[in-house]
Antibody, heavy 122, light 108 residues
Framework: QLQLQESGPGLVKPSETLSLNCTVS?????????WGWIRQPPGKGLDWIAS???????FYNSALKSRVTISVDTSKNHFSLRLDSVTAADTAVYYC???????????????WGRGTLVTVSS | SYVLTQPPSVSVAPGETTTLTCGGN??????VHWYQQKPGLAPVVVIY???DRPSGIPARFSGSNSGNTATLTISGVEAGDEADYYC???????????FGPGTQVTVL
């Protein structure tokens, strides 16, 4: 059974960098799936951040692309999110996710982490 | 960019049938996936590829997709179906993963 576990600071100051890790157990991030991040501001809907495949092919939310970096460590079976220059609008529950592939494209989210709340505040 | 529309809320009595809509330009040409999210929990896919149901999802959940509207139908609604429901597509023309704004289902 695949498990995804987010970890990182729960509080980040405005203008600083949000950094989160997703540790994968019960499966390999080198397996043929997309992986990535989705967030959800309190009381609001789901907001896709970015997804990658085999640490090569990466897609980004166009609204966030300039501030987002995804990195992958296959030796540790984990991947990371870095979001620069955060503001209060970046306060959200951040989920890491595994996506099904369909004809080479992103499909539905098959597995979700439990999510971690990150608050941007001074 | 591709935009999905969903009604903000729906109320339904137990045992009744409700149909949730997801609107998008020529959405019938895309694969639509539906997620159920209960408070404090991560979403769970209830319908994928327009009308397929994952194992463990009751047959009361069904989906269809045509023209400019995709639908999720919940038949014989139960109290446990009370949740937020999101539709989602992959827009290959812009390489964007798009969620609808969600519909809150309240069971009366």
């Amino acid at each position: 059974q695949l498990q995804l576990q987010e970890s990182g600071p729960g509080l980040v100051k405005p203008s600083e960098t949000l950094s989160l890790n997703c540790t994968v157990s019960g499966g390999s991030i080198s397996s043929p799936y997309y992986w990535g991040w989705i967030r959800q501001p309190p009381g609001k809907g789901l907001d896709w951040i970015a997804s990658f495949y085999n640490a090569g092919n990466t897609f980004y939310n166009s609204a966030l692309k300039s501030r987002v970096t995804i990195s992958v460590d296959t030796s540790k079976n984990h991947f990371s999110l870095r979001l620069d220059s955060v503001t209060a609008a970046d306060t959200a529950v951040y989920y890491c996710a595994r996506y099904r592939l369909h004809l080479g494209d992103l499909s539905y989210v098959k597995d979700w982490g439990r999510g971690t709340l990150v608050t941007v505040s001074s | 960019s591709y935009v999905l529309t969903q009604p903000p809320s729906v109320s339904v009595a137990p045992g009744e049938t409700t149909t949730l809509t997801c609107g998008g330009n020529y959405i019938g040409g895309k694969s639509v996936h539906w997620y159920q999210q209960k408070p404090g929990l991560a979403p769970v896919v209830v319908i994928y590829y327009d009308s397929d149901r994952p194992s463990g999802i009751p047959a009361r959940f069904s989906g269809s997709n045509s023209g400019n509207t995709a639908t999720l139908t919940i038949s014989g609604v139960e109290a446990g179906d009370e949740a937020d429901y999101y539709c989602q597509v992959w827009d290959s023309s812009s390489n964007q993963y798009v969620f609808g704004p969600g519909t809150q289902v309240t069971v009366l």
